[in-house]
């Protein structure tokens, strides 16, 4: 496997935008959005328990975000703001910003988001300070030699210190790269340049292209990617950090690994994924030389747009059904897999699926295709 690992500085081309400080006495009026929102949906919680969602609103081409106050009748009501890519005050449009969002929360309740640009292809990063409401947005990998087509399926995860790493699939190379945030701006570097898959001969050579649908894990200082080699139809995992990444193959029987979601639970390494040749939702636990496979849905068309979450110990997998267009959801019994639809029967659902836990429940959300909007409910 050939590696690229000249790391290259770059300094973020910051953008300060976004509102103003609420003060206590003033009423927060709440609109209902009627944008077409929840594609490239991510979803996490605040420190004090409320989930907020990021989102790509494809009626403006851009970034939204949301907050939701989960009512004591068991209602939400969703509060809006606007982190990139909406016109500003002037009317000036920046341009169509948010497919590939990713997610993550600080302690100290910062909200950082990893995207994409579309216009310009590249990465780009929102920061969302807790105690003022204000973004601040700016490029993520400009300077580090990435092709003109990066920025795809970003994850991001915080370093020991809480500083953002983001992992994201350079489409015109063909690679996995990483990118480090230190003194204010970020550094990148390729991660894995991938190896092109052998031939017959007579057959047509196959370029590399690896690190599609990558999902980052920082654990005691390590770093842990596991992603997608297209070319060789792999599920790989790289570990390390900068400049220093060892690499294990974790399933390569067929043509397997799309939509991994790794989760780490106490040492343990939980990765949902999906079987691309046969269709079908597989999950592993175990660690870099031992993994143990299985199949836990095998119904037609289904596993892509995975998510996984570790509850009470026990994995549960939201997962998209694309013979029913629906969410269904996996959750572990002891040995056997216990499977449920969970929405879709009246539209189209199961896009871009994300599964948290507040406030001693689960709750999902999905992208509703049918009626253009995110679909968000309590699972127990």
Same mark, same amino acid.
């Given at each position: 496997?050939?590696?690229?690992?000249?790391?290259?500085?770059?300094?973020?081309?910051?953008?300060?935008?976004? /509102?103003?400080?609420?003060?206590?006495?003033?009423?927060?009026?709440?609109?209902?959005?009627?944008?077409?929102?929840?594609?490239?949906?991510?979803?996490?919680?605040?420190?004090?328990?409320?989930?907020?969602?990021?989102?790509?609103?494809?009626?403006?081409?851009?970034?939204?975000?949301?907050?939701? =106050?989960?009512? %004591?009748?068991?209602? $939400?009501?969703? =509060?809006?703001?606007?982190?990139?890519?909406?016109?500003?005050?002037?009317?000036?449009?920046?341009?169509?910003?948010? /497919? +590939?969002?990713?997610?993550?929360?600080?302690?100290?309740?910062?909200?950082?988001?990893?995207?994409?640009?579309?216009?310009?292809?590249?990465?780009?990063?929102?920061?969302?300070?807790?105690? #003022?409401?204000?973004?601040?947005?700016?490029?993520?990998?400009?300077?580090?030699?990435?092709?003109?087509?990066?920025?795809?399926?970003?994850?991001?995860?915080?370093?020991? #210190?809480?500083?953002?790493?983001?992992?994201?699939?350079?489409?015109?190379?063909?690679?996995?790269?990483?990118?480090?945030?230190?003194?204010?701006?970020?550094?990148?570097?390729?991660?894995?340049?991938?190896?092109?898959?052998?031939?017959?001969?007579?057959?047509?050579?196959?370029?590399?292209? $690896?690190?599609?649908?990558?999902?980052?894990?920082?654990?005691?200082?390590?770093?842990?990617?596991? +992603?997608?080699? /297209?070319?060789?139809?792999?599920?790989?995992?790289?570990?390390?950090?900068?400049?220093?990444?060892?690499?294990?193959?974790?399933?390569?029987?067929?043509?397997?690994?799309?939509?991994?979601?790794?989760?780490?639970?106490?040492?343990?390494?939980?990765?949902?994924?999906?079987?691309?040749?046969?269709?079908?939702?597989?999950?592993?636990?175990?660690?870099?030389?031992?993994?143990?496979?299985?199949?836990?849905?095998?119904?037609?068309?289904?596993?892509?747009?995975?998510?996984?979450?570790?509850?009470?110990?026990?994995?549960?997998?939201? +997962?998209?059904?694309?013979?029913?267009?629906?969410?269904?959801? %996996?959750?572990?019994?002891?040995?056997?897999?216990?499977?449920? =639809? /969970?929405?879709?029967?009246?539209?189209?659902?199961?896009?871009?699926?994300?599964?948290?836990?507040?406030?001693?429940?689960?709750?999902?959300?999905?992208?509703?295709?049918?009626?253009? =909007?995110?679909?968000?409910?309590?699972?127990?």
């Amino acid at each position: 496997m050939l590696l690229g690992l000249a790391a290259i500085g770059c300094r973020s081309d910051i953008n300060i935008v976004g /509102k103003a400080p609420v003060e206590e006495e003033e009423e927060v009026v709440v609109e209902e959005f009627t944008n077409d929102w929840g594609q490239w949906l991510s979803m996490a919680t605040l420190p004090d328990g409320r989930p907020v969602a990021a989102f790509y609103d494809a009626t403006k081409g851009a970034l939204g975000f949301a907050i939701a =106050t989960i009512n %004591a009748d068991g209602t $939400v009501t969703w =509060t809006y703001e606007q982190p990139d890519g909406y016109p500003d005050a002037g009317g000036l449009d920046s341009g169509d910003r948010g /497919k +590939y969002v990713d997610m993550v929360v600080a302690s100290n309740g910062d909200v950082w988001l990893a995207y994409r640009d579309l216009n310009q292809e590249n990465l780009r990063y929102a920061r969302r300070y807790y105690l #003022s409401g204000q973004w601040e947005n700016g490029l993520a990998d400009a300077d580090s030699n990435p092709s003109s087509s990066s920025g795809m399926f970003a994850s991001i995860a915080l370093d020991g #210190s809480e500083n953002p790493v983001i992992a994201h699939y350079d489409a015109g190379l063909g690679n996995l790269r990483m990118v480090h945030w230190s003194n204010g701006g970020f550094t990148g570097e390729v991660v894995d340049e991938g190896t092109a898959p052998e031939v017959a001969e007579g057959e047509d050579p196959i370029d590399a292209d $690896v690190g599609l649908f990558p999902s980052l894990q920082i654990v005691n200082g390590v770093e842990y990617v596991a +992603y997608y080699d /297209k070319a060789n139809g792999d599920l790989l995992l790289a570990s390390g950090g900068s400049g220093a990444y060892s690499f294990d193959t974790i399933a390569s029987e067929g043509d397997v690994g799309a939509w991994p979601d790794l989760v780490i639970d106490n040492g343990d390494m939980h990765i949902a994924f999906h079987d691309v040749g046969n269709q079908d939702l597989l999950y592993t636990v175990g660690e870099p030389g031992n993994w143990d496979i299985e199949v836990v849905d095998d119904g037609e068309y289904v596993g892509a747009d995975s998510d996984l979450l570790i509850s009470g110990g026990s994995p549960r997998i939201a +997962y998209f059904d694309g013979h029913n267009n629906d969410m269904k959801l %996996a959750t572990r019994v002891g040995d056997d897999w216990s499977i449920e =639809t /969970k929405a879709g029967s009246d539209g189209a659902l199961g896009f871009f699926n994300e599964l948290i836990e507040t406030g001693g429940r689960v709750y999902a959300g999905c992208y509703d295709y049918t009626q253009r =909007t995110v679909w968000f409910s309590a699972l127990n």
